[in-house]
C-alpha cells in the first residue's frame, strides 16, 4: 500500500507523541475526529499503529518495507499451486516431448514405479537428446532425466518467496510440491514462476489477508 501525505503525518506524530489519542492528533493537524477516523483505521489495520482503549495510539515500528515482507511469508505454496505434469520413467523420450507440448510446461515430473518423485526432465533434456542423433522413441526418460537426489522440491506449507528463491537460486522454471508416501515423495502439485508471478501481484493488489 501507498501511504498518503496525511496518514505520514499521522505516523510522525504518533512516533514522537505516543501514547496519544485520536483527539489529541486531530487537533495537532487542525482536523475534526470524523475526518481522522478513516486514516486512523487504515494505519491501525495496516499494522503501522496500535491502538490501546483509553490510552491511545502508538507506532508499532513497521515500516512498508518489513510489512510487505511479513505479508510474503504469509502466502503458502498450497493457496497458487497449480496441477503436476509428470511422466514415467519407463516412457520414452519421444512420448516427454509430445507430452511436454500437449501440457504447455517447460519441464515434466517423472515418477517411478510406485508413483514417487525419481527425478525432473527439462526441455534442454530432451533437446540434448535430439541433438545427439538418437532414435528419441528408443531412449527411456530414465537415462537422460536429472535425478533424485538433485531434485530442488517444495511442499505445501512452504511459503512462497522460499519457493521463488530456490528457482532464481537453481535457475529452473518449476519445481514439484511433494508430500512423504510410502518412504519416498509423491507429487502433488508443481510451482512455477508464472504461480509465484501471481501470489505477489495478489499480494500488491491487496487482495491477500
Known sequence: MELNERQRRIIAIVKESAPITGEQIAEKLDLTRATLRPDLAILTMAGFLEARPRVGYFYTGQTL???????????????????????KESSSAYDAVCDMFKEDVGSLFVINGKGLLSGVLSRKDLLRTAIGSQDMTQVPV????????????????????????????????????????????????????????????????????
Not at 530442488?152 to 522460499?162: E, K
Request: charged share 25%.
Open 65 to 87: 518495507s518489513s510489512l510487505f515482507s511479513e505479508q510474503m511469508q504469509k502466502i503458502k505454496v498450497k493457496d497458487y499451486l497449480s496441477f503436476p505434469a509428470v511422466v
Open 142 to 209: 530414465s537415462v537422460i532425466m536429472s535425478r533424485m537426489p538433485n531434485i530442488t522440491y517444495c511442499r505445501n506449507d512452504d511459503p512462497v518467496i522460499s519457493v521463488a528463491e530456490l528457482i532464481i537460486e537453481k535457475q529452473v522454471d518449476a519445481v514439484p510440491v511433494v508430500r512423504d508416501r510410502n518412504g519416498g515423495l509423491e507429487v502433488i502439485g508443481r510451482m512455477t514462476k508464472t504461480n509465484i508471478t501471481k501470489a505477489f501481484v495478489a499480494l500488491a493488489k491487496g487482495s491477500i489477508e
